[in-house]
């Protein structure tokens, strides 16, 4: 249950949509990166439309900020403030779920469309978010919360039979991908994420991005937009990128692929599997050749597969997909999609897996290593030596019993290992 403070306002509607003659007035929440990117991009213009901020809700109003803000543009850490001078679009721009989301679920409750990047907010209360635009009628816009340089969500969503999707196979975060090309060229985690904070490509903080629940959320945007159901971040498989090196890179080049930050789901029925995180993919694999920032999708459908790449999201990318979303959401055209309002766990893939040996002593030659895991259930494709290193490729097998299977050699060899995916191409 949802309670909102709506004050004195009633419901509004608009007595007509914006036109190039008349400006689209917008109210900014947050006036971070993305929204000063926002404000730099409106004294450009918007393909012939008209787009003025008429409000932006922050923390500091007395902060000086260098934007190309009108003189009566209202700066203020008063959400009624910013209501009260009826948007035609909000734009939420915070960030995270509160207040992110009471601000939304207001806006839509009164019947303002709402445009959004925030994949944190879809992810975990997206489902609601559809079920109050819904009920008023009014759009609810998030075409930069997933791959925003690489515009395709609304495309698929006006054409319901390209978005009956089986398969989605993706690298979503711009972060990760620049980490792991440049550990592929010899740096180290550290100085490989480092140099992505020193350009501007990761965060301060970046455990989300690292870790793999920037993805993971960004997945579950994309299960529920295309109807599969509210899946929660948590219930997604997710690992992280923290614990490869330069040697797991060169034994992946070795054994003819890369490693790669995916996330990965498919659907059977009503069933549906997913995971997110670091994986092994052969060289012929789509996904294998998208290196640095760059972002990309591969959706399997009846008929063929849909690939979407470019850019990563930076602020001007971002900024830019918002803006295109304003002008769609003050023409207020229907929202298309029906989706599942149902929430479902996501269960586990049965891939084959890419695993890396190590030990303080000698390991064990190959073949006995293959018979080893034979006995538990893991049968080996194909296998190379590095020195004191082996790195395997094995069938597809449980995660269960490939973790019991390492364990035990651990046990029995001492050796250390790191198990990761392996997709095929």
């Excluded at 543009?73 to 209501?83: E, R």
């Excluded at 079920?131 to 690489?150: I, K, N």
Aim: aromatic share 4%.
């Amino acid at each position: 249950m949802v309670t909102l403070a709506t004050g004195s306002l009633a419901p509004q509607v608009r007595a007509s949509t914006p036109t190039s003659s008349r400006p689209i007035d917008i109210a900014l929440l947050g006036l971070g990166c993305i929204g000063a990117a926002v404000t730099r991009r409106l004294v450009d213009g918007q393909g012939g439309h008209h787009i003025q901020v008429t409000g932006a809700l922050v923390r500091e109003p007395a902060r000086r900020r260098d934007l190309p803000l009108r003189g009566d543009t209202l700066i203020t850490s008063d959400p009624d403030a910013i209501f009260a001078r009826r948007p035609d679009v909000v734009v939420e721009l915070l960030g995270g779920l509160d207040p992110a989301f009471t601000l939304v679920a207001r806006a839509l409750t009164l019947g303002i469309p709402v445009v959004t990047a925030n994949k944190s907010l879809l992810a975990a209360r997206g489902h609601e978010l559809d079920a109050l635009a819904a009920r008023a009628g009014v759009p609810l816009l998030y075409e930069a919360s997933v791959l925003a340089g690489v515009p395709f969500l609304g495309a698929l969503a006006r054409r319901p039979h390209a978005s009956t999707i089986s398969r989605l196979q993706g690298i979503v975060n711009g972060t990760s991908n620049f980490v792991l090309a440049r550990m592929a060229a010899g740096a180290s985690f550290a100085a490989a994420l480092a140099e992505a904070q020193r350009l501007g490509l990761a965060e301060p903080e970046p455990a989300h991005d690292v870790h793999g629940i920037d993805a993971a959320e960004k997945l579950t945007v994309l299960l529920r937009h295309f109807g599969w159901g509210h899946v929660a971040p948590s219930r997604v498989e997710t690992s992280g990128i923290a614990a490869l090196t330069p040697d797991h890179l060169e034994g992946a080049r070795k054994s003819g692929g890369t490693i790669k930050p995916i996330v990965l789901a498919a659907r059977s029925h009503d069933r549906i599997a997913a995971f997110s995180g670091p994986a092994f993919l052969p060289h012929a694999h789509r996904l294998s050749g998208v290196n640095g920032v760059d972002n990309a999708v591969v959706l399997s459908t009846s008929y063929g597969d849909l690939v979407h790449s470019g850019p990563g999201a930076g602020p001007d990318a971002t900024a830019a997909t918002v803006l295109d979303d304003v002008i769609e959401a003050a023409e207020r055209r229907p929202v298309a999609p029906a989706r599942r309002d149902v929430a479902i766990d996501a269960g586990e893939l049965e891939t084959g897996w890419f695993v890396s040996l190590s030990g303080a002593g000698p390991l064990p030659p190959c073949e006995e290593v293959a018979d080893f895991l034979g006995s538990h259930g893991i049968w080996m494709r194909r296998s190379s030596r590095d020195g004191n290193a082996a790195f395997l490729l094995t069938y597809p097998a449980p995660k269960a019993r490939i973790d019991g299977a390492l364990a035990a050699l651990h046990a029995a060899a001492g050796t250390t290992s790191l198990a990761l995916r392996a997709v095929e191409a």
